[in-house]
């Protein structure tokens, strides 16, 4: 109690200096625990989000290109295979279900995708999961100049079923190439916090015979998204497309593959963590220097408490508390930079990729971090605590006269 | 009357910036009855302070003896000398040497804490005793410099303290504060049966005490120095 009041008088006394340490402490937890929560929960979600496919087969190009392009809808696509090939895994017997994309367009660089119907009637985007539209809406018919939207981009263009469009030629927006067909609305799919979510989703022919494409182009497909009867099956036609073929690259697992991007960049979550670790390191100094700064002025006072009867492990044991209380505030600050860089952070990656962190999910570094950062502030509270501890209270209390 | 505080043979020395070693405070012999109150007269620099501090535990003694209330105050651990302060003496200071960052209530709680214990009431009574009812969320800046030497007196009777050590207490008012506040000092430790032990230079100080002896008398550094 007598300790609790010594602190919270002095931390009062020094309110400002107070203010800014915590603050500089908060900086840090705040991005300690954004850097390490974005990481994992970002790799976890990137290797879970598959659209419910096993692999792809696409034209002859790195796997993760293929995936970016054909399950994340980011990149370019590598090139095309004909349908021909598209036929013959479709036929394959390890092969459960196969559906066809084309790329190739947008609509004010919103991507649009050629699909099949099955896509919708047929797949789980996730287990148990299936596209389901918005009241009032549809799928599109084939061979039909309509469209389906995924939510985000229905909400972001505030589109609604009956709206109409022309495509843009291209995946990077361009004025100067709209396509004349005209496509109508004709569903909103319901949010599934996945890339699906960024797409204008149309008939496949209708993307494969847009005027402007090339002829040759109507009889390819961008990629094939492809379920598999059992997790064998994979490396078979693994084997068959990627080690005895050389026209075209079957991209499995789609988890690991996307792992592969998260090893790629494992530098950048590095640099992140240094960055954030040095910020630590800074805050926790702040505490050292503001409170070993306050002990001119509060060495009297301290000098007073030994005088009243405090022991030195008191005065020690008052200002280390004083240097955790200054941490433990940090740390609750640090949850507040937290809840808004996830926001800031999780908002940048629904609108690049379509994929949604969640926000509130715990993660062992949300207790690990404030109580670390208590136990540096505690830390860096004993080089002033010492000072403290060795005042020498006659000396300190003899009148200035 | 059994002594409250008995001092044998107690010398303190301080090496000098020449590298000298000057002794200050050599006492062959002193006591304090209990209740007792005395006051010591003595110039600045002669050392009283340093006796006082010697007293009360502040300073650990180069070689001698302090009983308060039959303890010995030397031979006692650092801690141990913090806890038998707190508990048995109450030292008041010539700057007050109040916490400024706290109430004046929480200046007497505080140091009621380091001994038996802060009680409220008791405090609260305390303060009300010497005038302070109306001031005890005041800060000290917030008083009037008669009001904190009240405060200061309060802190050092709280705790029903054996033996009370006052150092220069009128040295910071006016001749008019200054007879109003010694004589509540006085008052005050009669009520809780506390010896005085008064250091001071200020004859006005020293008229109102009917015990009254030379510092130099008790000291034997200060008589070689002819002080």
Redesign the interface.
């Known amino acids: 109690m007598t300790i609790l009041l010594i602190v919270y008088r002095s931390l009062r006394q020094h309110a400002l200096s107070t203010v800014v340490t915590a603050c500089s402490l908060a900086l840090a937890a705040g991005l300690l625990m954004t850097v390490w929560v974005v990481k994992t929960q970002s790799q976890r979600t990137f290797t879970q989000t598959t659209a419910g496919f096993d692999a792809v087969l696409g034209a002859r190009s790195a796997k993760l290109q293929l995936v970016l392009n054909a399950i994340f809808h980011l990149e370019a696509s590598p090139g095309n295979l004909a349908w021909a090939d598209y036929e013959q895994i479709k036929q394959h017997p390890a092969v459960k279900t196969a559906i066809p994309i084309a790329v190739g367009d947008n609509f004010r660089g919103w991507r649009i995708v050629g699909t099949v119907p099955e896509l919708f009637s047929d797949v789980e985007y996730n287990p148990g999961r299936k596209y389901t539209l918005a009241a009032g809406g549809r799928f599109f018919e084939t061979g039909k100049h309509e469209a389906v939207v995924g939510s985000f981009v229905a909400q972001q263009l505030g589109w609604k079923v009956g709206a109409t469009f022309h495509p843009f030629h291209g995946i990077a927006f361009d004025e100067q190439h709209e396509h004349e067909e005209q496509y109508e609305v004709v569903g909103i799919l319901e949010p599934t916090n996945s890339p699906a979510d960024r797409v204008i989703w149309t008939p496949l022919e209708g993307v494969q015979t847009m005027t402007g494409h090339n002829p040759a182009a109507a009889t390819e497909v961008s990629a094939v998204l492809i379920q598999l009867r059992s997790p064998t099956a994979g490396f078979m036609l693994d084997m068959m497309y990627n080690k005895q073929g050389n026209r075209l690259t079957f991209a499995y697992p789609v988890g690991a593959i996307v792992g592969e991007l998260f090893a790629k960049i494992g530098w950048f979550d590095r640099v992140l963590a240094l960055v954030a670790y040095l910020v630590a390191l800074v805050a926790a100094g702040s505490v050292l220097a503001s409170i070993y700064a306050s002990m001119s002025a509060r060495r009297r006072d301290l000098a007073i408490l030994r005088a009243l009867g405090a022991h030195r492990r008191t005065v020690f044991g008052a200002v280390v508390t004083e240097a955790a209380v200054i941490g433990a505030l940090g740390a609750a600050g640090g949850f507040v930079v937290y809840c808004g860089l996830m926001v800031v952070v999780s908002n940048v990656i629904r609108v690049q990729t379509g994929v949604v962190l969640e926000r509130v999910a715990w993660h062992d570094v949300l207790w690990i971090c404030p109580l670390a950062m208590v136990g540096l502030a505690a830390l860096s509270g004993m080089v002033p605590a010492a000072k403290a501890y060795r005042i020498p209270v006659a000396e300190t209390l003899a009148p200035a006269s | 009357m059994l002594a409250m505080l008995a001092i044998h043979g107690l010398t303190q020395s301080f090496l000098s910036p020449d590298g000298r070693r000057n002794t200050v405070v050599d006492v062959p012999a002193f006591s304090l009855g209990a209740g007792e109150q005395l006051a010591l007269r003595g110039e600045?620099g002669s050392g009283k302070?340093?006796f006082l501090?010697l007293i009360?535990g502040?300073?650990a003694a180069d070689s001698g003896s302090i009983h308060v209330e039959g303890i010995d105050m030397v031979s006692l651990s650092?801690?141990k000398r913090?806890?038998l302060?707190?508990?048995k003496i109450g030292?008041i200071?010539?700057?007050f040497?109040?916490?400024?960052?706290?109430t004046v209530l929480?200046n007497v709680?505080?140091?009621m804490?380091?001994?038996p214990g802060?009680d409220r009431s008791r405090a609260r009574a305390v303060l009300e005793r010497l005038g302070l009812g109306e001031r005890l969320y005041h800060f000290p800046r917030q008083l009037s410099t008669g009001q904190q030497q009240r405060v200061a007196v309060a802190?050092a009777l709280a705790n029903r303290p054996k033996l009370v050590l006052a150092d220069?207490p009128t040295?910071n008012l006016d001749r008019r504060n200054a007879t109003e506040s010694l004589a509540l000092i006085r008052e005050t430790c009669r009520e809780v049966g506390a010896a005085l032990l008064l250091v001071s230079h200020d004859e006005n100080a020293l008229a109102q005490f009917s015990q009254v002896k030379n510092f130099a008398d008790i000291n034997a550094a200060q008589q070689g120095a002819g002080t």
Request: hydrophobic letters at 30%.
């Open positions: 600045s302070t340093t501090h009360a502040i300073l650092e801690p913090d806890r302060r707190a508990e030292y200071f010539q700057t040497n109040l916490l400024q960052g706290h929480e709680l505080l140091g804490s380091f001994g802060a802190r220069e040295g």
